[in-house]
């Protein structure tokens, strides 16, 4: 009877909308754009939604559904996740279900009948089945009070994620008119925002676009020495014991990864697509049900993840857009407490994306739209200018300088490297034109550092004029330079063994026309900062409990851990780490008080409320409870009856012959 008072009445009253989320989420009250959203969807508006991960766009969607009459339709694009989605809505005592493959025939008649009768509040269903002409005629039996697209760039092909069924979601808008619509996602460029309306037919609704700022991620990107060894560092120096992803462009990096950290006292598991499928969905199932794993991924993992408590993403290969860089980061920090997003980067990541671009099985234009993704990759990771403000500058969003990035904790510097570039370009020149040859960045970097390695001498080059130039530097400080240049367009890659080659661009250089500014690296510093601000001056996100209640902070993750073992379901259906740190802050004495706590709603105070009282009294953890059935909602309803496989192959321009320099450097 939880929602008898307040649901189905199809009002668009402002008052309903919030009394849902403070009863049925236990949220005081809703933030930034969702009231606006929340209303307009009620009154039957349809709506584009971007919000940045963890900025709350579920509940866009899922408040809406409870405060209209029918069940609100919600199209996840993987069915693997619908489970914990729905025990999560189950425990809060909204009434959902899901259709997919995982059912059997019984189970899956009985979610039927359940939408047909107007016994649920949400039905999720991957967009595939909605290509069924069965599951449209189901849908026609009941009463639908909305459609949620969710990871709505999926219909895009500028994205990095398409998905062709998307595409067929049209349909909905036909068939059904007179249902609103919201499509939802993280992460979209204006381009991509331009196709999901257009793709969509969402050209009349209302665009509702967030801050993309994530205050609480401290983005760091480092230098890529033994880049295994430095993730152990940060995991073992500043997340011991937490739960964080790590993403690695190959299969074969993936096991290499996991293994090591498990040799190495990390309790990691890995995640690609080339696992049998019933390994995948374990490891998956560990991964959100434990306290404390890592996975250790390629891309294929990840989206829809609902998990609140990974502390960190770490990349240990470079990510081939900004889009994708921003969503998988944006996995860390849900619960809005300070999180990590590490990136290792150097020479071999950018060799490797340009050579993966060029040979591109893409038309040209497919590798352009690439080549500019991997460019504004390169921006980000080479800026000396606040990290922050350039992620949201990409998206259209002004900032300041956050005070919470790498490059604001510790400022790089910024030198003039035009005679360095000089030197390295003079040094592919020579071998090309004086000798015929083409080589990898090593060779031209023994070449300056005048090193007579048995490749020089075998092929004469320390007789060429730039042998030995280059001994101001070091070897690393060349890479960097070599790194940059690649990064500008002042060199490019190609063929099999990835020999550097002049561009157009590299003309200039040579021919004294051009300075080529560069960032030098600065000394990675441990982060000691506990804090996470906003670039538009939020206030700070405390992350330490006072030193008293870290005890019982941990009382009430072992009672967590016992309920949702007892109830096969992950910890954070049964309360957010964020909500048990607020009641252990604030030690509730009664049943009123622990009600007012962020997070606790009204079907969760019901069935753990004693419980929790009891922790807080400090009688340590209470037994587990059997699991008590989801309240139900009696909404007057009416009735009309009685893993996807991701693909992204990289692609690029092709890199014209440059104009030959009026007069080469003569060193």
Same mark, same amino acid.
């Given at each position: ?533 906003? !670039?538009? &001056?939020? $206030? ?6 006072? +030193? #008293?209640?870290? =005890?019982?902070? @941990?009382?009430?993750? /072992? ?80 009735? !009309?009856? &009685?893993? $996807? ?6 692609? +690029? #321009?092709?890199? =014209?012959?440059? @104009?030959?320099?009026? /007069?080469?450097?003569?060193?």
């Amino acid at each position: 009877m939880l929602l008898a008072s307040i649901g189905g009445m199809g009002s668009t009253d402002h008052g309903d909308a919030l009394q849902v989320l403070q009863r049925v989420f236990g949220y005081p009250e809703f933030r930034g754009d969702q009231a606006a959203i929340v209303e307009h969807v009620i009154a039957g508006g349809d709506a584009l939604v971007l919000m940045p991960t963890g900025g709350g766009k579920s509940l866009c969607y899922q408040v809406p559904a409870l405060v209209r009459p029918g069940t609100g339709v919600v199209i996840s694009p993987l069915i693997a996740l619908m489970q914990d989605q729905v025990d999560a809505l189950r425990a809060l005592g909204v009434r959902a279900g899901f259709l997919n493959s995982s059912l059997s025939w019984d189970e899956r008649r009985m979610v039927e009948a359940e939408f047909v009768n107007g016994e649920l509040d949400l039905l999720y269903l991957a967009p595939e089945r909605l290509t069924s002409e069965a599951t449209l005629r189901l849908l026609e039996q009941g009463e639908i009070a909305l459609f949620a697209i969710d990871e709505a760039h999926c219909v895009s092909q500028w994205g990095h994620d398409f998905r062709p069924d998307y595409l067929s979601l049209t349909h909905l808008h036909e068939r059904w008119p007179k249902v609103p619509r919201i499509a939802l996602t993280a992460t979209a460029t204006e381009a991509t925002r331009k196709e999901i309306l257009t793709r969509l037919e969402l050209d009349e609704g209302r665009q509702f676009v967030s801050s993309f700022d994530r205050p609480n991620i401290q983005y760091r990107i480092v230098g890529k020495k033994e880049p295994k060894k430095q993730l152990l560092d940060l995991l073992r120096g500043e997340h011991q014991g937490e739960a964080g992803i790590v993403y690695c462009l190959s299969r074969s990096s993936v096991e290499k990864t996991a293994e090591f950290l498990v040799a190495n006292g990390i309790a990691a598991l890995p995640y690609h697509a080339g696992l049998d499928s019933a390994v995948r969905q374990r490891n998956q199932a560990r991964f959100l049900r434990e306290d404390g794993l890592v996975m250790v991924a390629t891309i294929a993992f990840g989206m829809g993840i609902d998990k609140p408590d990974v502390r960190f993403v770490a990349h240990l290969d470079l990510p081939k857009s900004v889009e994708g860089y921003y969503q998988e980061t944006g996995r860390a920090g849900r619960d809005g407490l300070p999180s990590t997003a590490w990136l290792a980067y150097g020479l071999q990541d950018v060799v490797q994306q340009r050579k993966m671009i060029e040979s591109s099985e893409g038309d040209l234009a497919f590798r352009r739209r690439s080549q500019a993704h991997l460019d504004a990759m390169l921006a980000l990771c080479e800026t000396v200018d606040c990290r922050r403000t350039r992620l949201l500058e990409y998206f259209g969003e002004s900032g300041v300088p956050c005070g919470n990035c790498d490059t604001c904790l510790t400022p790089p510097e910024a030198w003039d490297g035009t005679v360095a570039a000089q030197k390295v370009l003079s040094t592919v020149y020579r071998l090309r034109k004086e000798r015929n040859q083409k080589f990898g960045a090593g060779q031209a970097i023994d070449i300056l550092l005048g090193r007579k390695t048995a490749k020089v001498i075998q092929f004469d080059h320390d007789q060429l004029s730039t042998f030995g130039i280059g001994e101001d530097l070091n070897e690393s400080e060349w890479r960097g330079v070599v790194r940059q240049l690649l990064a500008q367009g002042l060199l490019a890659v190609e063929g099999e063994y990835s020999t550097l080659v002049l561009t157009e661009a590299s003309a200039d250089v040579l021919g004294r026309k051009r300075e080529v500014k560069m960032r030098k690296d600065p000394t990675p510093v441990r982060s000691t900062t506990r804090t996470a601000s906003s !670039s538009s &001056g939020a $206030a700070k996100v405390k992350v330490d409990l006072p +030193a #008293d209640a870290g =005890p019982l902070f @941990e009382a009430l993750r /072992e009672w967590r851990a016992g309920q949702a073992r007892e109830q096969g379901v992950p910890a954070y259906v049964i309360f957010h780490d964020a909500t048990l740190k607020s009641i252990a802050a604030s030690r509730p004495d009664s049943l009123t008080a622990l009600g007012a706590v962020s997070g606790v709603g009204q079907a969760k105070l019901t069935k753990y409320g004693e419980q929790i009282l009891e922790v807080v009294a400090g009688g340590g953890p209470a037994p587990a409870a059997e699991p008590a059935p989801p309240a139900a909602k009696p909404k007057p309803k009416t009735t !009309s009856t &009685g893993g $996807a496989a991701w693909g992204s192959s990289a692609d +690029a #321009d092709e890199w =014209p012959e440059p @104009e030959e320099p009026d /007069e080469p450097m003569d060193w």
